[in-house]
């Protein structure tokens, strides 16, 4: 893969996560569940502060399973890529339900929120693609990197875009 398709994967990635999280966000605030942790009398968690009170869906599940959509469509031919990135969402998501964050539908319906973003962005992104190049001023990207690392309160990937 060369700089254009890597830089056009992040675009993809970018914008799939941005409509991740404001789907979820939306229906977490429509749907109102509560945590397992909160509602349940024996489900206790050393993780207090879980940012929002709600449930439903998972976002850190939907975001991992927007990574990982990314990485089959975008690298479909090297299953080294996209097979250990769908094992990581799974971990991603059985997590949730282990420490008494989540219960299984909040992490399934994550899994389709974040699958499903990625989807959708992908399938526009003959129109997305150009927009981002004309926001830039550029016919091509000249240096693309990207950084993975754990930071700050379990966000897990950091992007850097340098031209």
Do not use: C, Q
Request: aromatic residues 12%.
């Amino acid at each position: 893969m060369n700089v254009i398709e890597t830089f056009e994967s992040a675009v993809l990635l970018g914008g799939s996560e941005v409509l991740t999280y404001s789907v979820n966000s939306l229906l977490k605030v429509g749907v109102g569940r509560k945590r397992p942790n909160e509602a349940l009398a024996h489900v206790y968690t050393v993780h207090l502060d879980s940012g929002d009170p709600y449930s439903f869906p998972s976002g850190h599940t939907a975001g991992a399973f927007a990574i990982a959509t990314t990485l089959t469509l975008r690298y479909s031919k090297n299953p080294e890529v996209y097979i250990p990135a769908f094992v990581w969402a799974g971990l991603v998501g059985y997590e949730r339900i282990y420490f008494g964050l989540h219960y299984p539908s909040d992490v399934l319906g994550g899994s389709l929120v974040g699958a499903g973003s990625f989807l959708l962005v992908y399938k526009y992104k003959d129109e997305i693609l150009p927009i981002a190049y004309k926001l830039l001023g550029k016919k091509e990207p000249r240096n693309v990197s990207a950084i993975v690392l754990p930071y700050g309160r379990g966000t897990l990937a950091n992007a850097a875009v340098r031209f």
